[in-house]
């Protein structure tokens, strides 16, 4: 009889972290997981204090119930499995008393995972099963010191039916469809497959993500399927029964996709929130994912999706993070990530938490108090104080220009010359250029004026705060005047007609109170008009400070405090 080998995913107060602890304080901080680096953009692994923080938002009662069933839509190293089976199996003890016949029990009918590519669906198996092969038996070819030389399973070997078990390969592929709705023929080559997208994931079908000599082409298969089938999908992926249902979604899905490599616009669409609506639609009784902070505020492909997770009574508990590498140590995501707990059964306002530089903010809030979410408590009355005034904004009155607000991308870089007497001055990558007044084809009505401008970055490209935990904001600012424009690289805020109101408008955007309301809808690098949704559009005839703007929304000590020890002053 062969004998059974300790495994690692299984045995919470065996061996395995005796040995551990041993080795200094281990237990505590090293895991062997954590020391398979991230292998690409879309493969970020999640450390074990990450999902531990995760797995304590669920209920208690999910550790002793032997009828549910588990699914991480997209595993990587198979981190979540294994902590999810070692409490499991320290929860079940009462149910399953005999050790063999519970962890069976476990692994063969409550946790089921879909690799996110095939490699990381050979590490989760070896992580979970302590074997990439799940239904490998021990061959008995043993080393000079004693130890298997080629490994087995689980059980060894017996408890499951074919290599995989319950973490599958994916198998899905890309589906190409141009605008119309029209498959993508076979012979289909050359710049005639740029017309071409998958419906599901939206690259086309000339990226990298669908070229044949690659091996993982990241169609991830819980969002490249339709959701009205997905669960039948899911049901015959796992061999489950008729009444198969996952009753706890649990994961740390892929976030974006690649779908321009040429360095021009858009560089990358989100992909996180199909994941979501996917699983909401699988109807788990509970579903936790860590996913960007960036939906707060919406932007491409988001902004349905904050609508719907603003109106969602079902979320329960929403944990922020302003620095992603509180989560993910070494790993800085633009706008921080969030992990949410949505309960079906539960209907209610969400206890939120916002962790910045450490200190956590906890309040019971309504999410969608706001049409974007405020992920600063405190500021909550400030703005309700700006908006009770009912002023005009700047983002509903045209006093924020769009993106490229002259038709000019940031690559532009213009003559070194004046052509004509009436060309334009154009401030480019390259410094002050000079373009033809013909060639400029938006904003024509503001080129003579004076304008206030800013840069589209933030100075906190990140979107976190600086040592001292405080915001500069905007990063750089101009005023131009008539005949100067800008790239796509800035924005025009509130343009006049005299130089007098101009640098008003300008001084006013450098004001505390100004750049504390726009930093309350940032969750990115970039702005936009929609950053300036709480700004008043005022009279620009008179002189703005920070004193007459406290005054005037009748802030209290404590209300400017917030803002003082948050905004830090522009030289």
Same mark, same amino acid.
């Given at each position: 009889m062969v004998e059974e080998k300790k495994n690692e995913a299984l045995e919470a107060e065996g061996e395995y972290r005796t040995a551990v602890e041993e080795a200094y304080d281990y237990v505590e901080n090293f895991d062997i997981l954590e020391t398979i680096t991230n292998v690409g953009n879309d493969e970020v692994f999640t450390p074990r204090k990450t999902v531990d923080m995760m797995l304590?938002?669920?209920?208690?009662?999910?550790?002793?119930?032997?009828?549910y069933k588990w699914l991480n839509p997209a595993t990587k190293n198979g981190i979540f499995e294994r902590e999810i089976a070692i409490r499991l199996d320290k929860g079940l003890e009462d149910v399953f008393p005999n050790v063999e016949k519970r962890r069976k029990h476990i692994l063969q009918n409550m946790i089921y995972s879909i690799g996110q590519t095939k490699f990381t669906a050979n590490v989760a198996r070896r992580t979970l099963y302590y074997c990439s092969q799940a239904n490998r038996k021990c061959d008995g070819i043993k080393a000079n010191d004693?130890?298997?030389?080629?490994?087995?399973?689980?059980?060894?070997?017996?408890?499951?039916?074919?290599?995989?078990?319950?973490?599958?390969?994916?198998?899905?592929?890309h589906d190409f469809e141009d605008s119309s709705g029209r498959k993508m023929p076979l012979n289909c080559t050359g710049d005639k497959r740029?017309?071409?997208?998958?419906?599901?994931?939206?690259?086309?079908?000339?990226?990298?993500?669908?070229?044949s000599y690659q091996r993982e082409k990241y169609a991830y298969e819980?969002?490249?399927?339709?959701?009205?089938?997905?669960?039948?999908?899911?049901?015959?992926?796992?061999?489950?029964?008729?009444?198969?249902?996952?009753?706890?979604?649990?994961?740390?899905?892929?976030?974006?996709?690649?779908?321009?490599?040429?360095?021009?616009?858009?560089?990358?669409?989100?992909?996180?929130?199909?994941?979501?609506?996917?699983a909401i639609s699988l109807e788990p009784k509970y579903l936790v994912m860590i996913i960007p902070s960036r939906w707060f505020s919406g932007g491409v492909g988001l902004d349905d999706f904050r609508k719907e997770m603003l109106s969602d009574t079902h979320i329960k508990k929403l944990h922020d993070f302003t620095d992603s590498r509180d989560c993910f140590p070494g790993v800085d995501i633009n706008g921080g990530v969030c992990y949410f707990l949505r309960d079906s059964t539960y209907s209610g306002p969400c206890e939120f938490t916002n $962790?910045?530089?450490?200190?956590?903010? !906890?309040? +019971?809030? /309504?999410?969608?108090?706001?049409?974007?979410?405020?992920?600063?408590?405190?500021?909550?009355?400030?703005v309700k104080k700006v908006l009770e005034k009912k002023e005009k904004k700047l983002s509903a009155t045209g006093g924020c220009s769009p993106q490229t607000p002259y038709g000019f991308l940031s690559t532009f870089e213009g003559n070194e010359k004046k052509t004509k007497d009436d060309d334009c001055e154009i401030l480019t990558s390259k410094g002050?250029?000079? $373009?033809?007044?013909?060639?400029?084809? !938006?904003? +024509?009505? /503001?080129?003579?004026?004076f304008k206030p401008m800013i840069s589209k970055l933030t100075c906190e490209h990140a979107g976190t705060p600086d040592k001292s935990g405080m915001y500069r904001v905007l990063s750089r600012t101009e005023l131009l005047k008539p005949s100067q424009i800008c790239s796509q690289s800035y924005l025009i805020v509130c343009p006049q007609d005299t130089q007098e109101k101009a640098t008003n408008a300008l001084n006013y955007l450098k004001t505390k109170f100004v750049?504390?309301?726009?930093?309350?809808?940032?969750?990115?690098?970039?702005?936009?008009?929609?950053?300036?949704k709480f700004v008043p559009w005022l009279d620009f005839n008179e002189t703005w400070n920070d004193q007459k703007l406290y005054k005037r929304y009748d802030l209290t000590e404590k209300e400017v405090q917030i803002i003082e020890t948050l905004i830090r002053e522009m030289n």
């Open positions: 304590n938002s669920l209920p208690e009662e999910v550790w002793h119930n032997p009828d004693g130890h298997y030389i080629n490994g087995y399973a689980i059980g060894n070997g017996t408890w499951f039916k074919d290599e995989e078990g319950n973490i599958k390969t994916p198998c899905t592929n740029k017309k071409y997208k998958c419906k599901y994931c939206g690259i086309t079908a000339d990226s990298k993500y669908n070229d819980f969002i490249h399927i339709n959701h009205l089938v997905l669960l039948n999908h899911l049901k015959k992926r796992f061999e489950g029964e008729e009444n198969m249902k996952f009753d706890i979604i649990i994961g740390n899905p892929p976030y974006q996709l690649q779908v321009n490599e040429s360095g021009k616009g858009l560089g990358a669409v989100p992909i996180y929130q199909d994941f979501v609506k996917q $962790v910045t530089s450490g200190v956590e903010d !906890k309040k +019971i809030r /309504t999410l969608n108090e706001f049409d974007i979410f405020i992920r600063k408590n405190d500021a909550l009355s400030i002050w250029r000079f $373009v033809a007044r013909k060639e400029v084809i !938006k904003g +024509i009505d /503001t080129i003579d004026l750049r504390f309301l726009i930093q309350l809808t940032l969750t990115g690098m970039n702005m936009s008009i929609d950053n300036f």
